[in-house]
């Protein structure tokens, strides 16, 4: 709900509210879904992707289509790159598979230089997640499932703070690499 108020308290009775009321409508879902049951549904996942490099297209956000559609492309193959790699070092899968589409989704949205810092606070969140469920007394293992997708999104709202409504200090750093 909070995301609705804000979205009517910034772009008022504009098309942009249907756009990012779209964008927080799909990520609240994708992350109570993932919560509960480490599960992203293709049936948001995918028209994630699109609007993302649809609205871009026609200009409703502020990324454009060749950003966009670089940030898709990209957030797709590095979690498949790092998800290869894992597999071949320990067996396993290191992601859900929905977890390389909504990060090609959320590249989409919000342009391939805020992949980097989705990836990198999206890690630290899980890290400091499993350090207090150790601290509180949970058996947390190298095999223990993890939905990564909430800190994916809550790393991407970050992301979309500094991109659209006030710039943070160090957040910078990421997009003038």
């Known amino acids: 709900m909070a995301f609705f108020i804000f ?15 779209i964008f927080f409508s799909i990520l609240t879902l994708l992350f109570f879904i ?14 994630l992707i699109v609007s993302g490099l649809f609205f871009s297209f026609f200009g409703f956000t502020e990324i454009n289509i060749t950003t966009s559609l670089i940030g898709s492309i990209l957030g797709f193959l590095v979690f498949l790159v ?3 790699l894992y597999k071949r070092w320990r067996g396993i899968d290191g992601f859900g598979g929905a977890d390389k589409l909504l990060l090609a989704g959320l590249g989409g949205w919000l342009g391939y230089k805020s992949l980097y810092p989705i990836i990198m606070f999206s890690s630290f969140l899980g890290l400091g997640f499993m350090l207090l469920m150790l601290l509180i007394g949970k ?28 710039p943070i200090t160090f957040m910078r750093f990421f997009y003038e690499l």
């Open 7 to 21: 979205c009517y308290m910034t772009y008022g009775l504009t098309l942009a509210i249907v756009v990012w009321i």
């Open 34 to 47: 993932d919560m509960t049951s480490f599960y992203l549904p293709n049936i948001l996942t995918y028209p």
């Open 139 to 166: 058996n947390y293992q190298m095999e223990t499932r993890l939905p990564f997708g909430p800190f994916l999104i809550l790393s991407s709202l970050l992301v979309y703070i500094h991109l659209y409504v006030y």
């Open 82 to 84: 790092i998800n290869k």
